[in-house]
């Protein structure tokens, strides 16, 4: 019996990971959004430019970023332009970034953004993984704030979709 305990705790900590509390990796430390910036405007800025109307060479872009800096820093860049470049083309690579994104570099109590993002997943989004992990993220905010209605409105919305 205590071997499946300790199955189902492993299972469930693969399965649900948390935003970040490191305030340090994300963009709310001004260091790390300048460098995100300037990397942006060094490297990223340009391959799109180079690619008109196409997607730029995703893997490139992370492999010239990891080898100048690090490759926490060249997913976390990466990553976002993915969402700035998908958004309103193509919803799924979109939605897949914004998961991603949250789940890595959005801070665990940032709940007006957690619900933000939930709602955008809400909206785009048809793919059960995805909308379990919004409902995770909006269940968060709701509960931070039970008074807030656009939270506790995502959060329904969500519940719903997910469990019809």
Known sequence: MKKYI??????AATITKA???NNAITEHDPAVKAKDAQIKTDI?????????????DWMA???TITEKYDAVTADRTVTKAKIYFYFGKDWPTFCAAI???TQNWELADDYKLLNKNADMILQHS???GELKEALRWAKA???SDPANEKYKGTYEALRQKVNP
């Not at 300790?6 to 299972?11: E, R, T, V």
């Not at 990223?44 to 730029?56: C, T």
Request: aromatic share 2%; proline share 12%; glycine share 2%.
């Open 99 to 101: 998961v991603h994104f």
């Open 141 to 143: 905010a709701a509960d």
């Open 44 to 56: 990223i800025d340009p391959a799109e430019q180079a690619a008109p109307g196409q997607a730029p």
């Open 61 to 63: 872009l992370t492999k």
């Open 126 to 128: 048809e793919n059960p």
């Open 19 to 21: 935003q970040t509390t």
């Open 6 to 11: 300790i199955i189902a705790l492993l299972s």
